[in-house]
């Protein structure tokens, strides 16, 4: 099982980036793949997930963040939209059974993470 993420840069406040989570070794309509962030000198947080049971979302990102997937290229994609500087931090995509989970030890395998900057 892999997850590469990527897609990151360094835009400003208003922008909008689109990360992808290229998959192998499961399928991901299968799974439930999750996004999660990193601030610097910051928890690990959770940012949205989908799965079989649909997509649950950060309260902080709701109604401006997306994901998505295209199970033809088995990757799985976090629209980010109306980006603020607080968006910072990297990304990490993680696979886990079925269900959607907001818990990060809930996820079995993580990518290497990509770096998302929002600043003026």
């Known amino acids: 099982v892999q997850l590469q993420a990527f897609g990151g840069g360094f835009v400003e406040p208003g922008s909008s980036l689109r990360l992808s989570c290229v998959a192998s070794?499961?399928?991901?309509?299968?799974?439930?793949v999750g996004w999660f962030r990193q601030a610097p000198g910051k928890e690990r947080e959770f940012v949205g997930a989908?799965?079989?049971?649909?997509?649950i979302y950060a309260g902080s990102v709701e109604g401006r963040f997306t994901v998505s997937r295209d199970n033809s290229v088995n990757t799985v994609y976090l629209q980010m939209n109306s980006l603020i500087p607080e968006d910072t931090g990297v990304y990490y995509c993680?696979?886990?059974?079925?269900?959607?989970?907001?818990?990060?030890?809930?996820?079995?395998?993580w990518g290497q993470g990509t770096q998302v900057t929002v600043s003026s």
């Open positions: 993680a696979v886990r059974d079925r269900f959607c989970s907001r818990n990060e030890r809930d996820y079995a395998y």
């Open positions: 989908i799965g079989w049971s649909g997509k």
């Open positions: 070794g499961f399928s991901v309509g299968h799974y439930a």
